[in-house]
Antibody, heavy 115, light 106 residues
């Protein structure tokens, strides 16, 4: 069964950095594109970024472009989201999901940006 | 591409037939997915490709549409179906979610 497990969420000060990880199992990770999605407290879902199966290309939402970088290590079945210049409005639960259509999701990891 | 959903919320009874609409600002072919989310839980995939049922999802859920107008139908609402439903377009970047439709018990 395909499974995704996010980690790395934490409390961080404004302007700080954090790297999230997403561990994949139960499917051929290197064959699938992946996404990051977030959900601020009490709000809807916000798509953040997508990466091709090879990791050669990534796309970003305007809200995080230039601050967040998505990458992957297919040998380790790991997906990453490097988040820099964090702002209070980045406070959210962050999810990774499998495939264009997000057919499998992790349980999420909470990022809180506050002084 | 902007995504809208209607209604934004609704109250329904067990056994009701429910239809939620999602509209895209541009043609997205059939590159649309539907998700169910319960409080404190991760979203769950229901439909992809506008009408393809995700493995393990009950057949009471169905999706239809193409181009700009899409619907999610639940044929007979059960207690476990009370949740928030989101659509997602994955036709072009940036992908975008609809604002969600909250379904609660009447």
């Amino acid at each position: 069964e395909a499974q995704l497990v996010e980690s790395g969420g934490n409390l961080v000060q404004p302007g700080g950095s954090l790297r999230l990880s997403c561990a994949a199992s139960g499917f051929t990770f290197s064959s699938f594109e992946m996404n990051w999605v977030r959900q601020a407290p009490g709000k809807g879902l916000e798509w953040l970024s997508y990466i091709t199966s090879s990791g050669s290309t990534a796309y970003y939402a305007d809200s995080v472009k230039g601050r967040f970088t998505m990458s992957r290590d297919n040998a380790k079945n790991l997906l990453y989201l490097q988040m820099n210049s964090l702002r209070a409005e980045d406070t959210a639960v962050y999810y990774c999901s499998k495939g264009y259509a997000g057919t499998v999701w992790g349980q999420g990891t909470l990022v809180t940006v506050s002084s | 591409i902007q995504m809208t959903q209607s209604p934004s919320s609704l109250s329904a009874s067990v056994g009701d037939r429910l239809t939620i609409t999602c509209r895209a600002s541009h043609d997205i072919s059939d590159h649309l997915a539907w998700f169910q989310q319960k409080p404190g839980k991760a979203p769950k995939s229901l439909i992809y490709g506008a009408s393809r049922l995700q493995s393990g999802v009950p057949a009471k859920f169905s999706g239809s549409g193409s181009g700009t107008d899409f619907t999610l139908t639940i044929s007979s609402l059960q207690p476990e179906d009370f949740a928030t439903y989101y659509c997602l377009q994955y036709d072009s970047y940036p992908f975008t979610f609809g604002p969600g439709t909250k379904v609660d018990i009447k």
